[in-house]
Nanobody, 114 residues
Framework: QVHVAESGGGLVQPGGSLRLSCVAS????????MGWYRQAPGKQRDFVAD???????NYANSMKGRFTISRDNAKSTVYLQMNSLEPADTAVYYC????????WGQGTQVTVSS
């Protein structure tokens, strides 16, 4: 059994920053990596960034330079630092743990608004 839990969402003004956290627990010994996705109202879930167990990072082109993914292996935790936030970044952000299949968290709401 694998459990994935996100935290850190909230309301932020345009130009502001937020840091999301995600903890994976349970049978995660063979975890291949973890990632972040987001889903805006009425839209599909899109890839944001991920990081492999070896530390390789990948980003969606529109996130490069503004978002940074990092990890703490000892805590089985991955972070998403989001800077220069825009209203278009408003979405539910989901964390994914990559094992034999992908496990998803419940999501955390990020709202960028003045």
């Amino acid at each position: 059994q694998v459990h994935v839990a996100e935290s850190g969402g909230g309301l932020v003004q345009p130009g502001g920053s937020l840091r999301l956290s995600c903890v994976a627990s349970g049978s995660i010994r063979n975890i291949a990596g973890m990632g972040w996705y987001r889903q805006a109202p009425g839209k599909q879930r899109d890839f944001v960034a991920d990081i492999t167990s070896g530390g390789t990072t990948n980003y969606a082109n529109s996130m490069k330079g503004r978002f940074t993914i990092s990890r703490d292996n000892a805590k089985s935790t991955v972070y998403l630092q989001m800077n220069s936030l825009e209203p278009a970044d408003t979405a539910v952000y989901y964390c994914a743990a990559y094992l034999a299949r992908t496990y998803w968290g419940q999501g955390t709401q990020v709202t960028v608004s003045s």
